[in-house]
């Protein structure tokens, strides 16, 4: 149901009365504080999930380049950006149907993920996180609610049928540090982005980001499914610091392998919240490694299928 202005501020009031009375996690700021305390290097489960992460992807980039002409593996990496562009908006209950409808029939539109991955390496500004946010929405269900939030009408949890209450399992960002939050979202990427040093960093770093916008929640809609684009992306750039880890497009997504693990996904975003702490961290990288992983089994399965047609 569309806010009045009236109703925007009426509800605005009662949300922050309950942000305010301590009964409920809300995120915060802490949360940049909560990431700088990480340990990550000393964590066995941490390292051994990066270094079988990192096995398969060689092995399947490989497994590509030798089964696949060049034109070929272009056309396989287009058909896999399009397919996630696809399932990223279907993870949000959008029509999935729809969305590749508008995919065939607006060969011009333009597409977060090509804007994200034209320009990345350039200068990232708050102008460039909010554009590419709202590209993403851009033709869904979720179209008239682009932008940051400028007011605290949300909460993170569910209101049965019937039930006077929601069940709140966490606030939002308050929408008057959403400009603090940026600021130090961008610094911590801007300090990681070119960063080769640490073997961690090209698979934990896109994780964390994926965290951090999942949980401070600074749109108005969209958040999880940029939060996921956000990490598909970054993931690649990140990998293609390295030389022989290098390809056009992104050949790593994931948003398919959290359908069966919703309701994991969306718990592990509010204990990064609730705890801040680095064991809420630690659970959400491996859980995401494990589905980076299933991606490239089921990447290389398919590969498998297309090179056995090829026989």
């Not at 859980?287 to 056995?308: G, V």
Request: one cysteine or more; hydrophobic letters at 35%.
């Amino acid at each position: 149901m569309e806010l009045t202005e009236t109703n925007k501020a009426r509800v605005t009031r009662k949300v922050e009365e309950k942000m305010a009375s301590g009964k409920y996690p809300v995120a915060n700021l802490e949360l940049f504080d909560s990431i700088k305390k990480l340990d990550l290097a000393s964590d066995t489960q941490i390292k051994n999930g990066v270094e079988c992460t990192h096995d398969l992807y060689i092995e399947y980039l490989k497994n590509i380049r030798d089964s696949l002409t060049k034109y070929q593996q272009g056309e396989f990496a287009k058909t896999l950006k399009n397919m996630d562009i696809i399932d990223n908006q279907a993870l949000e209950k959008e029509d999935s149907f729809l969305v590749a409808l508008s995919m065939g029939v607006s060969g011009d539109r333009k597409y977060a993920i090509n804007e994200m991955i034209k320009n990345y390496g350039n200068k990232f500004d708050k102008s460039k996180f909010v554009k590419y946010h709202d590209l993403l929405l851009k033709g869904t269900s979720s179209y008239d609610k682009l932008g940051l939030r400028d007011a605290n009408t949300k909460f993170v949890g569910n209101w049965p049928q019937g039930q006077e209450e929601p069940n709140i399992s966490y606030f939002p960002i308050d929408y008057r540090d959403i400009d603090k939050a940026i600021d130090k979202f961008i610094s911590y990427y801007n300090n990681h982005i070119n960063d080769t040093t640490n073997d961690y960093d090209k698979y934990i770093k896109p994780i964390i980001y994926h965290g951090l916008i999942a949980a401070l929640q600074l749109f108005n809609d969209g958040n999880t499914r940029y939060a996921r684009l956000f990490q598909h992306v970054e993931l690649w750039g990140m990998l293609n610091n390295y030389e022989e880890s290098k390809t056009d497009l992104p050949i790593v997504y994931g948003t398919r392998q959290y359908f069966p693990y919703r309701s994991d996904y969306r718990n592990l975003i509010e204990k990064i919240v609730q705890q801040k702490d680095e064991e809420a961290w630690k659970k959400w990288i491996v859980f995401n490694l494990h589905r980076l992983q299933d991606s490239m089994y089921k990447a290389e399965f398919d590969l498998k299928q297309i090179t056995e047609r090829k026989k």
